[in-house]
């Protein structure tokens, strides 16, 4: 008989203790903590700048892109190359066949290396390499760490990408 109520002290006592860790999960969970595992990737978006045409003049607009994960500036700035989906009545800002061949953020600048094709394939005048490094950009700093954009051409500083806009220099939004 001792025997037996030992045993059920034993499983009273465990039970209650499984209660208390229970309740002290679910307390947690209730204080905001997030679960560990999510159930399905993210699907975010981000903020891309591209050219809108009117019969007399030209727009640079933002644009919202739901890309595949978490936003990134590598994501933002891929999603600018693809440039304008089909049913969109706009334009990419920047030459289709350029490509990022890196990007690194350090300390609020982002320095965005670009295949040649960027100047190469560039065929605009002032206003259009204007809204071409706007886009690049402010595609960039719409991400809070980033204040300012270094623009490479094949690994290289370059005066301008069709000789109108200096970008020999780190830029922030508006300059």
Not at 95 to 118: C, M, N, W, Y
Not at 146 to 172: A, F, K, M, T, Y
């Given at each position: ?9 034993a ?8 209660g ?6 679910q ?8 679960p560990?595992?999510p159930?399905?990737?993210a ?22 892109r739901?890309?595949?994960g978490?936003?990134?500036?590598e994501?933002?700035l ?42 190469e394939?560039?065929?605009?005048g002032?206003?259009?390499e ?23 051409v094949?690994?290289?500083v ?18």
């Amino acid at each position: 008989m001792r025997a037996a109520r030992k045993i059920l002290v034993a499983i009273v006592a465990l039970t209650a203790l499984a209660g208390v860790v229970f309740l002290f999960v679910q307390h947690q969970r209730r204080q905001g903590a997030e679960p560990q595992t999510p159930l399905a990737p993210a699907q975010e978006y981000v903020t891309i700048y591209l050219v809108q045409a009117e019969p007399t003049e030209f727009h640079l607009v933002p644009v919202e892109r739901k890309i595949g994960g978490p936003a990134s500036p590598e994501a933002a700035l891929q999603a600018l190359l693809n440039g304008p989906l089909e049913q969109e009545e706009l334009y990419s800002s920047v030459p289709i066949t350029a490509k990022l061949r890196s990007l690194t953020v350090q300390e609020g600048l982002a320095t965005a290396d670009f295949s040649a094709h960027l100047v190469e394939d560039f065929n605009g005048g002032a206003l259009l390499e204007s809204y071409l490094v706007a886009a690049i950009v402010n595609t960039l700093t719409e991400f809070p760490h980033i204040d300012q954009v270094q623009i490479l051409v094949e690994g290289q500083v370059v005066e301008s990408i069709g000789g109108h806009i200096l970008v020999n220099r780190p830029l922030r939004r508006g300059d």
